[in-house]
């Protein structure tokens, strides 16, 4: 009897302990978190009722523009906060999303990572690299199984029959 490989989905390998930051935290603090964590990027939420809701998404590439726009043009009004600076909506995915799903996303869009949300709660974050590892952790395994399970080669399965011809 053949049995599949259950094909992963965001739960399986998505980071929980995650490091977010709050709307009103000024462009100045949000620099220092970043590199003080050593990231790129972090969620911008908001804590309801114990839930940690996902307001928008901010990175170094936003905290770049604001900086640079501060520095050039001068003191702004009014300041440069993570409300003011971050992606609103930001693209997220849920627990359930199965790996090709979410590598057909990284592929076609240039997102570093991607908050994964359920019901409007913030309750991981997934980069490329992780699903990079997930994949080629998900393809040894089925490649190896597959050769295992087809080793040595039934010839009548390879062979279409069709293209057989007699001289």
Not at 63 to 87: D, I, K, V
């Amino acid at each position: 009897m053949q049995t599949t490989e259950r094909i992963p989905i965001a739960s399986d390998f998505m980071r929980t302990s995650l490091h977010t930051v709050n709307p009103d935290m000024p462009l100045g603090e949000i620099i220092k978190f970043l590199l003080n964590h050593g990231i790129s990027n972090a969620p911008v939420v908001v804590t309801d009722d114990g839930r940690r809701r996902l307001v928008g998404f901010i990175s170094e590439r936003d905290c770049l523009a604001g900086l640079s726009n501060e520095s050039f043009f001068g003191s702004p009004a009014p300041n440069q906060t993570a409300a003011t600076l971050m992606r609103k909506h930001p693209v997220c995915v849920s627990p359930e999303t199965e790996l090709f799903a979410l590598a057909s996303i990284f592929i076609s869009h240039d997102y570093r990572h991607l908050p994964v949300t359920k019901d409007d709660e913030l309750v991981g974050m997934i980069s490329r690299r992780d699903i990079l590892t997930a994949l080629e952790k998900y393809y040894r395994k089925v490649v190896n199984k597959q050769t295992l399970d087809h080793f040595p080669p039934d010839l009548h399965l390879l062979m279409n029959h069709r293209f057989l011809v007699s001289r």
